[in-house]
């Protein structure tokens, strides 16, 4: 079965800083998908950022980029300028590619609570 | 605003009540998740739905019963539930990968429920 790992609790950044999350994954699959989602005090959950392991180029979008590392099986993510309202729970997440719904499972990381300090 | 709506927000029941969370999106997705959030767990996926047929019970104990008329809607019926089952559950949907390769999970803002 995979697990995911985000090993900080909590974090705190200075705004306009930059800011980095970790999570770690274990499987033994070779390909999948792995999610950053963010859950802010609304507790809506909001999708942030998707890498596809079969792709060796890290995704970014707009502020967020992550570091894939596939074979040291980490993911983390990268917040640039951190904003206020950057201010939320962090969830890493795995998807098997398996086909069918059950590989549409997602297991979530524990994650990490992300302060912003203005 | 993600697409996917759910009602009620919140909802204080007791051991003994029966009540119903609804989930209804609006993304023209086919499959359709229930997840439970406790304090200091990870989410744990509960029940998955895909074109109405329900296609996994993650072992969820029988007082919770889901249902799922159409694509486009899905409850979470309760009943006789324990205080430990007081929780934040989020709803979300996606398109089976059956039919397409993207299927992102888009999640409702969750019904947050206090058993007394």
């Known amino acids: 079965a995979q697990t995911v790992t985000q090993s900080q609790p909590e974090m705190s950044v200075q705004e306009a800083e930059t800011v980095t999350l970790s999570c770690t994954y274990d499987?033994?699959?070779?390909?999948?998908?792995l999610f950053w989602y963010k859950q802010p005090p609304s507790r809506q959950m909001i999708l942030v950022i998707r890498?596809?392991?079969?792709?060796?180029q890290n995704a970014t979008e707009n502020r967020f980029s992550v570091n894939f590392q596939k074979a040291a099986k980490s993911f983390s993510l990268k917040i640039s300028d951190s904003q206020l309202g950057d201010a939320a729970m962090y969830f890493c997440?795995?998807?098997?590619?398996?086909?069918?719904?059950?590989?549409?499972?997602?297991?979530f990381g524990e994650g990490t609570q992300l302060t912003v300090n203005p | 605003e993600t697409g996917v709506t759910q009602t009620p927000r919140h909802l204080v029941m007791g051991m003994t009540n029966k009540k119903s969370l609804k989930c209804e999106q609006h993304?023209?997705?086919?499959?359709m998740y229930w997840y439970k959030q406790s304090a200091k767990k990870p989410l744990e996926l509960m029940f998955v739905?895909?074109?109405?047929?329900?296609?996994e019970n993650n072992s969820v104990p029988s007082r919770f019963s889901p249902e799922c008329p159409n694509s486009s809607h899905l409850f979470l019926h309760l009943h006789t539930l324990q205080p430990e089952d007081s929780a934040l559950y989020l709803c979300?949907?996606?398109?089976?990968?059956?039919?397409?390769?993207?299927?992102?999970?888009?999640f409702g803002p969750g019904t947050r429920l206090t058993v007394l």
């Open positions: 979300a949907s996606s398109q089976d990968r059956r039919t397409d390769e993207t299927d992102t999970q888009y």
């Open positions: 499987t033994s699959e070779s390909d999948y998908y």
């Open positions: 890498q596809e392991a079969y792709k060796q």
């Open positions: 997440a795995y998807r098997s590619s398996k086909l069918g719904t059950s590989g549409s499972r997602l297991t």
């Open positions: 993304l023209g997705h086919n499959a």
């Open positions: 739905y895909s074109l109405e047929e329900r296609v």
